[in-house]
C-alpha cells in the first residue's frame, strides 16, 4: 500500500513557507545560545577584572617594584664602594637575595595567579611564565656580575616590558587575545636577550 499525499496540501508556496519559518526559529535559538555564551564570558571577564584585578592593582605594581628594588639592593650589597665586586661570601650573599625574590613571587603566585589560573589556565600560565622570567633575569644577571648602575637600569627596563606584558594579558582576557598572548610569552621567553 502506497502513501499517497494530496499535492494540494503542500503545494509550493506552503514548503517556502515552513522552511522559512523553521529557519527563523533555528536562527533565533542559535543567537540565543551565542548570545548566552557571551554574557558568560564577559561576566567572567568582569568577575575577573573587579574581584582580582582591580583591587589587586597597588599589589601587583608593588611586586614589581619590589623586585627592582631586590635587585638594586644585591647589587649595593655585591660590590664595594668602588664598584669592584666583593668576593667574600659571594655565594651566601647571592643564595640569600635569590631566596628573597623566590619567597615574594611565590607569595605573590599564591595570591594573585593561581586564582586567575582557575579560571583561565592559558593566561595563569602566562603570568606564571612571566614572573619565572623576572627570577631567571636577575639570578643571571647576579650570577654573571651584572652589578653596576647601568645593569640595574636594564633590568629594571625588562621587569617594566614584563609589567606591561602583564597589563596587556590581564585586560585582554578574550580567548583570541590569549592565543595572541600565548605566541608573545613564547617569543619573549625564548628569545635571547641582551644582558651584557
Same mark, same amino acid.
Given at each position: 500500500m502506497m502513501l499517497c499525499i494530496d499535492s494540494s496540501i503542500w503545494e509550493r508556496g506552503d514548503i517556502i513557507a515552513a522552511f522559512a519559518a523553521i529557519s527563523v526559529?533555528?536562527?533565533?535559538?542559535?543567537?540565543?545560545?551565542?548570545?548566552?555564551?557571551?554574557? %558568560?564570558?564577559?561576566?567572567k571577564r568582569r568577575w575577573l577584572s573587579e574581584v582580582?584585578?582591580?583591587?589587586?592593582m597597588d599589589d601587583i605594581s608593588f611586586f614589581?617594584?619590589?623586585?627592582?628594588?631586590?635587585?638594586?639592593?644585591?647589587?649595593?650589597?655585591? %660590590?664595594?664602594?668602588?664598584?669592584k665586586i666583593l668576593h667574600t661570601d659571594?655565594?651566601?650573599?647571592?643564595?640569600?637575595?635569590?631566596?628573597?625574590l623566590s619567597g615574594i613571587k611565590r607569595e605573590f603566585e599564591l595570591r594573585f595567579i593561581q586564582p586567575i589560573q582557575y579560571l583561565y589556565p592559558l593566561i595563569g600560565c602566562n603570568l606564571t611564565n612571566w614572573t619565572l622570567k623576572i627570577q631567571d633575569e636577575?639570578?643571571? %644577571?647576579?650570577?654573571? @656580575?651584572?652589578?653596576? @648602575?647601568?645593569?640595574?637600569? @636594564?633590568?629594571?627596563?625588562v621587569v617594566l616590558d614584563i609589567k606591561a606584558l602583564w597589563m596587556k594579558c590581564l585586560y585582554g582576557t578574550k580567548d583570541n587575545e590569549s %592565543?595572541?598572548?600565548?605566541?608573545?610569552?613564547?617569543?619573549?621567553?625564548?628569545?635571547p636577550r641582551n644582558i651584557s
Open positions: 526559529i533555528v536562527i533565533f535559538i542559535v543567537e540565543r545560545l551565542i548570545t548566552s555564551n557571551s554574557n %558568560r564570558k564577559e561576566y582580582l584585578i582591580s583591587p589587586n614589581f617594584d619590589h623586585c627592582v628594588e631586590l635587585y638594586r639592593k644585591a647589587c649595593t650589597r655585591l %660590590r664595594n664602594e668602588d664598584g659571594f655565594n651566601l650573599v647571592l643564595t640569600e637575595e635569590l631566596g628573597n636577575f639570578s643571571t %644577571r647576579l650570577t654573571n @656580575d651584572k652589578f653596576s @648602575d647601568e645593569d640595574i637600569v @636594564d633590568f629594571q627596563s %592565543r595572541e598572548m600565548a605566541r608573545l610569552i613564547q617569543s619573549y621567553t625564548s628569545a
